[in-house]
Every structure is written in structure tokens, then in C-alpha cells.
């Protein structure tokens, strides 16, 4: 079973500038969520989504941030413009749906994005 | 809202040894899962175990354990006969219905041969 994949690994932008990470989940997986992992945090939940419908993002910064998943699958999420303090690995990961009974996430490996 | 606590930013342990890293909560739900995660170098997050709060039987995945005190809030993961490959951050995580999942800081846990 292939896992969750993400692009690029590294990004290395300015401030102001724009830049978008690409995530295909784990085939029929249902649910699909972005973090976003500060250097020496935890990972912190910017949005999730059912399908291709959004259920919860509470805490993504909406002023800069945007995410969709057309078609239920691959999904998306840009950041228009960056910020020094958006510098962090950005993660994706997929379960096969959401609530209870509590299905696992599984992660991909990870965008790392240095803004300068 | 929920609260996760990893009161121990780094962690050592000789390789074959035994080491628990901590973790504490806060929530006013009775009814929630928690989670340890292992986050390697490599940064590909792997769930290590997982524990419901209606069980009173701490999990167990092979070398992996729990020690879930539910009226303390406290869910501790310990490593039996360390091996290197078990050097990783560790993450302590919440998760109750209707609510998102929520991770401690995490400890980095060192194993020296």
C-alpha cells in the first residue's frame, strides 16, 4: 500500500512571495488533513477535510492561507504571502474516514518551507 | 479545550535499557483515545500505540507500553530493551469526538549504544 505523498520536500522562498504544497493521500482514504509543525512543536491541525468538503478549519489563517481537495483526492495548500513566522514543515495525512470509531492518520513525510 | 503537556524536552537511555517519558492532560470530556507518536530524522510520523479511555487495560505493542492514570491525567510510554532505532521525537496526542488532535511538544529521546 503506497503512503501519503507530498511535494516539495524543501522549499526556500522570500517573504511576500507565494508558495503551494501538494498532497495525495492514501487511496480511498476519506478524511485529509494539513499541519502545520514549528521547529521543536508539536504538529498543529490547520484544516481538515471529509471528502472534499472542509469539517474543521478553525485554525487556518484564512487572511493568508487557502487549501481545497477537488474531487475528494489530492489536495492543495497555498500560502499568499508568506510570512518569516509561516517557516515550519508542513504535513499532510489521510484515515480512511473520521470520528468514532477512531480510524488512523497516517502522515506523509513532509514539506519544509524556509521563508527568508 | 484540550491541553498536552510533555514535561520532558530530552530524554536519554542506553540501548537495551528501559525509559518512560511522560505525559500529562487536561479535559473535562470522559470519553477520548490518546496516542504516542514516533517521529524519526526522516520526519514520517508512525503511530507507536494507542489507548481508549474507557479501557482500564494499559496497551501493550511489543516493547511499546502505557501507563494510563485516568484520574491523574497522566499517559506515560514506556520503552523496553531500547534499541537504536528507537532514537525519534516522541509525541504524546488527545483526541476526543468532535475535536481535532491535539499534540504535546514532544520529547527527543537519545539511545546510546
Known amino acids: 500500500e503506497a503512503g501519503v505523498a507530498q511535494s516539495p520536500r524543501y522549499k526556500i522562498i522570500e517573504k511576500r512571495q507565494s508558495v503551494a504544497f501538494w498532497c495525495n493521500p492514501i487511496?480511498?482514504?476519506?478524511?485529509l488533513y494539513w499541519y502545520q509543525q514549528i521547529l521543536g512543536q508539536g504538529p498543529k491541525l490547520l484544516i481538515q477535510f471529509q471528502n472534499n468538503g472542509v469539517v474543521d478549519d478553525s485554525q487556518l489563517p484564512k487572511d493568508r492561507f487557502s487549501a481545497e481537495r477537488l474531487k475528494g483526492v489530492d489536495s492543495t495548500l497555498k500560502i499568499q504571502p508568506a510570512k518569516l513566522e509561516d517557516s515550519a514543515v508542513y504535513l499532510c495525512?489521510?484515515?480512511?474516514?473520521?470520528?468514532?470509531?477512531?480510524?488512523?492518520?497516517?502522515f506523509g513525510p513532509g514539506t519544509r518551507l524556509t521563508v527568508t | 479545550a484540550q491541553t498536552v503537556t510533555q514535561s520532558q524536552p530530552e530524554m536519554s537511555v542506553q540501548e537495551a535499557e528501559t525509559v518512560t517519558l511522560s505525559c500529562t492532560y487536561d479535559?473535562?470530556?470522559?470519553?477520548?483515545?490518546l496516542f504516542w507518536y514516533k517521529q524519526p530524522p526522516s520526519r514520517q510520523m508512525i503511530l507507536v500505540i494507542r489507548?481508549?479511555?474507557?479501557?482500564?487495560q494499559n496497551a501493550t505493542e511489543n516493547r511499546f507500553s502505557v501507563n494510563f492514570q485516568k484520574a491523574a491525567k497522566s499517559f506515560s510510554l514506556k520503552i523496553s530493551d531500547s534499541q537504536l532505532g528507537d532514537a525519534a521525537m516522541y509525541f504524546c496526542?488527545?483526541?476526543?469526538?468532535?475535536?481535532?488532535?491535539?499534540f504535546g511538544g514532544g520529547t527527543r529521546l537519545m539511545v546510546k549504544p
Open positions: 489507548q481508549e479511555a474507557y479501557k482500564q
Open positions: 495525512a489521510s484515515s480512511l474516514d473520521t470520528g468514532i470509531p477512531l480510524y488512523e492518520q497516517y
Open positions: 487511496s480511498g482514504h476519506a478524511t
Open positions: 496526542a488527545f483526541y476526543n469526538a468532535g475535536n481535532m488532535l491535539t
Open positions: 479535559t473535562s470530556e470522559s470519553d477520548y483515545y
